[in-house]
């Protein structure tokens, strides 16, 4: 969140420079910058453009190719690989933009100011996080997920708008050129390409082709970014960079280091990679010269009265400070009523009306919109000054509905659970050490998950550093993007039925890219297990039963992945290495609150 805040700041310090800028006695020099010519020429070709727009049609394409990048994210490997959790901020996104659009067209039914109607329907997901940062709950992580959930879709939707409804005359070959991209950026992910060069070559020709055909360069930088593959780190890359790291601990020399850079960069996936290199620079240089250049409104000579009379600023005002609440909340509110779906765990509907309200400050994309709908320099000045005003307002009411959400409905915090929900029962869990020892150490784990099998360890270090003052307790939490983790965790279930479950459970860890059926029966042969039983365990609903409650205990718990660790009662934040674990353990200090 200090990132976000420092970014949100960094944005505010801009727009009130360009304000203050652009009503100051030098008010022609801020004119004369954004309308200087650069032009870029290799050979006969080339791009000329002022400096204004290649602000808002280069350096604004890195920003939406990060929320590209994002979003690709969050559906591969991240909170959005569960659809159900999709329901309720999709239909809040889509009512959140169809309330703000009638607000505005009936305030501006017809006319040139009716084409601002796309100024309110986006939300600056910076600023908004931003904001958040300062006026929300000092825990929100739930409700970050929900609102850029819900920002994802204003995205996606905002920038077709702006490349199909505000694109100028269309070039079909440079279109096709475009296309042509899209095709690379595909084939580049089935053929498994992990280096970033080849992705940030082809990106640059789309975004050169785009702004050749007359769309906008926006949606080019949203799709290519769509396109861009992320993957869970394999098991293979992650011991295949661990080996080379050790090789040039050995030998320092320089072949040795090109090959241990090569494998720490080839286990990250190339979207986090340019996530990691793209976010700094895009949220602390690109958004913040985004609004140098476009929030300096020239305030003096009856502007401001023009604009507070004006059908479009008070269209562009309500849209976004009450159509965005109104919408996002009465589209959470009806999904969950209806049975649709539900809100993310710690998240209440009084967030949500506060998270809308926020939505409502839709900066970056309504001053991007609106210097593309209107060709006057009136309506221009009348609905930036509608949107600056918005976000104004949008920040004092997010603030107000955090205030009334906390104060009147106890809705405090907008967090995951941090204690373990279910109290370790030695009848039923897996216990490693004295039933009433003085510490206890959880995990959840997945035998699929290749960074549970880098812990796998840590139990018998920690055991070997405290004795018998510590028990290790193992729950089950198979994530659905591993297909074999399931069958895996009834295998080591079966197992302990003959009393074998430490054993199958090493075993499991030891062969993770080897769990099919067949696999799992060789296993349980290689351990002398009755095999013939095993297999009818395996069919056991009560097996099935008894992995569902580790499932939903870490539900309930607040786990979200594997391996996930609590000391004690509490869950674990940060490193899970056998050192740090052993000082949260330490730090513990006494003997764990009942929970066996």
């Not at 000054?385 to 205030?403: Q, T």
């Not at 089950?476 to 003959?498: F, I, K, S, T, Y």
Request: charged letters at 20%; proline letters at 4%; a negative charge.
């Amino acid at each position: 969140m200090r990132t976000e805040s420092g970014s949100a700041g960094l944005l505010v310090v801009a727009a009130l420079v360009a304000l203050v800028w652009a009503n100051s006695p030098w008010s022609q020099s801020y004119v004369d910058l954004w309308h200087t010519e650069l032009s870029i020429r290799l050979g006969d070709g080339g791009l000329s453009m002022d400096l204004h727009h290649w602000v808002n049609d280069g350096l604004m394409v890195v920003f939406f190719f990060v929320i590209g990048l994002e979003v690709r994210k969050e559906f591969a490997i991240g909170e959005l690989t569960d659809r159900s959790r999709v329901v309720v901020p999709l239909v809040a996104g889509v009512t959140g933009m169809l309330v703000p659009a009638g607000i505005f067209l009936a305030l501006n039914p017809s006319g040139e100011a009716a084409a601002g109607w796309g100024a309110v329907i986006g939300t600056d997901t910076a600023f908004l996080l931003g904001v958040m940062a300062l006026v929300g709950p000092a825990v929100s992580t739930q409700l970050r997920i929900f609102l850029l959930t819900l920002t994802v879709i204003d995205d996606i939707v905002a920038v077709s708008v702006i490349g199909v409804v505000y694109s100028d005359d269309l070039s079909v070959g440079a279109l096709l050129v475009a296309a042509a991209c899209l095709a690379v950026l595909v084939g580049l992910d089935r053929a498994g390409v992990w280096q970033a060069a080849p992705y940030v070559l082809v990106v640059l020709v789309l975004w050169i082709a785009t702004v050749e055909s007359g769309v906008h360069a926006s949606i080019a930088g949203m799709l290519s970014g769509l396109l861009v593959p992320a993957l869970d780190p394999r098991r293979s890359d992650v011991e295949d960079a661990a080996r080379s790291f050790r090789a040039f601990r050995q030998s320092p020399m320089p072949g040795v280091q090109r090959a241990a850079r090569r494998s720490l960069t080839r286990a990250i996936s190339v979207n986090e990679r340019l996530q990691e290199a793209l976010h700094t620079p895009t949220s602390h240089v690109v958004v913040p010269v985004f609004a140098l250049a476009n929030a300096g409104v020239d305030l003096r000579d009856g502007v401001l009265g023009d604009a507070l009379g004006s059908r479009l600023m008070w269209g562009i005002v309500l849209g976004l400070v009450v159509g965005k609440a109104v919408g996002i909340f009465l589209g959470a509110f009806a999904s969950v009523r209806l049975g649709w779906g539900r809100l993310p765990q710690g998240v209440g509907l009084g967030h949500t009306l506060a998270g809308g309200a926020l939505s409502g400050i839709g900066f970056t994309v309504s001053l991007l919109i609106i210097s593309l709908a209107f060709e006057s320099s009136r309506l221009q000045d009348q609905a930036r000054v509608g949107v600056l005003l918005a976000a104004v307002l949008a920040s004092l009411a997010g603030w107000l509905a955090f205030r009334f959400a906390a104060r009147f409905l106890g809705q405090r915090d907008a967090a995951l659970p941090t204690l373990l929900s279910r109290p370790v029962d030695p009848s039923r869990d897996h216990v490693l050490g004295p039933a009433d020892a003085e510490l206890t150490l959880v995990e959840y784990l997945d035998y699929e998950c290749p960074f549970c099998a880098r812990v796998s360890g840590v139990g018998d270090e920690l055991r070997a550093h405290f004795g018998d003052r510590l028990r290790y307790v193992t729950r089950h939490l198979p994530l659905p993007v591993h297909p074999h983790a399931e069958l895996a965790a009834l295998a080591a279930e079966a197992a302990a039925r003959q009393g074998r479950f430490w054993e199958m459970h090493a075993v499991l860890f030891a062969h993770q890219d080897q769990l099919e059926l067949e696999d799992l029966v060789g296993y349980a042969a290689d351990l002398d297990l009755d095999v013939e039983q095993f297999m009818r365990d395996l069919d056991d609903d009560a097996l099935a039963r008894h992995v569902a409650h580790d499932v939903a205990s870490a539900e309930e718990s607040g786990v979200r992945g594997t391996p996930t660790f609590f000391v004690g009662e509490d869950r674990h934040v940060g490193p899970h290495d056998a050192r740090t674990l052993i000082a949260a353990l330490e730090a513990s200090g006494r003997a764990p609150r009942p929970i066996g």
